[in-house]
């Protein structure tokens, strides 16, 4: 039986983040998904005090917070896939690229999944995908306005979606640019700062409108193909 296990909300960009480096660092691990009933009865408040997902339970330790949960398994598994560089400049670099995709590009992302009435009906389908057919009936209307006040507290939900696709278009600008004849963010080989950002963007990317403003940045499309999950750098 394997000993690591990795709880996470399937949709989650930051569960993807722990499953590429684990993929990476070619450690084998058990996926368990939480749907919203687990969440409302208490399930992920018993697995992390801070009640979110991912956590990862490694021989019975359990961490939670995705960043952390990267920086634990490069502390354990240092010689295998190193994602955070020795270099104290490179490193900080790392640090602003997780940050900017954690704390901005993950709210681009919400707002294109649950605000852009299209899409909200699918989404919150998949966030229901674990519960019981009886739950997920009563909680996927409810999903969307869960999250959309989320949003608004945050700011995004307060725009228009145009402005988001322009704020999304100056975002995917800036990235072409800086992958203009580099492979990687930061130094000669993926790291965190790679896999940070690339979860957000295929998760952007698997909306309509995410997908269809990527088409025009091949540079970012080339490089999400190397650092994203089914990347085998």
């Not at 988001?164 to 072409?176: G, K, P």
Request: net charge neutral; proline share 5%; glycine share 6%.
């Amino acid at each position: 039986m394997n000993n690591t296990v990795l709880y996470q909300y399937e949709i989650s960009p930051f569960c993807a983040k722990v499953r590429r480096v684990l993929q990476l660092k070619g450690l084998a691990y058990e996926v368990r998904n939480i749907g919203a009933l687990a969440t409302q009865l208490g399930g992920v408040k018993r697995l992390s005090p801070q009640g979110k997902l991912p956590v990862l339970d490694i021989g019975g330790e359990r961490l939670a917070d995705s960043s952390l949960i990267v920086r634990e398994l490069e502390r354990r598994f240092p010689a295998v896939a190193p994602l955070i560089p020795d270099d104290e400049q490179q490193r900080a670099q790392v640090h602003l690229w997780e940050d900017w995709a954690d704390e901005s590009l993950y709210f681009l992302e919400v707002y294109l999944r649950f605000a852009v009435k299209e899409n909200r009906d699918y989404w919150a389908g998949r966030v229901c995908a674990a519960d019981p057919a009886w739950f997920a009936a009563i909680a996927r209307p409810i999903v969307p306005a869960t999250m959309m006040k989320q949003l608004k507290a945050q700011g995004m939900g307060r725009k228009s979606l145009a402005q988001v696709l322009t704020e999304l278009d100056q975002h995917l600008q800036m990235l072409n640019a800086l992958l203009y004849e580099r492979d990687w963010l930061v130094g000669g080989q993926i790291t965190l700062a790679d896999i940070a950002v690339a979860v957000q963007l295929q998760a952007i990317a698997a909306t309509p409108q995410g997908k269809q403003a990527l088409l025009a940045y091949p540079d970012v499309q080339s490089w999400l193909a190397r650092s994203g999950e089914n990347g085998k750098a």
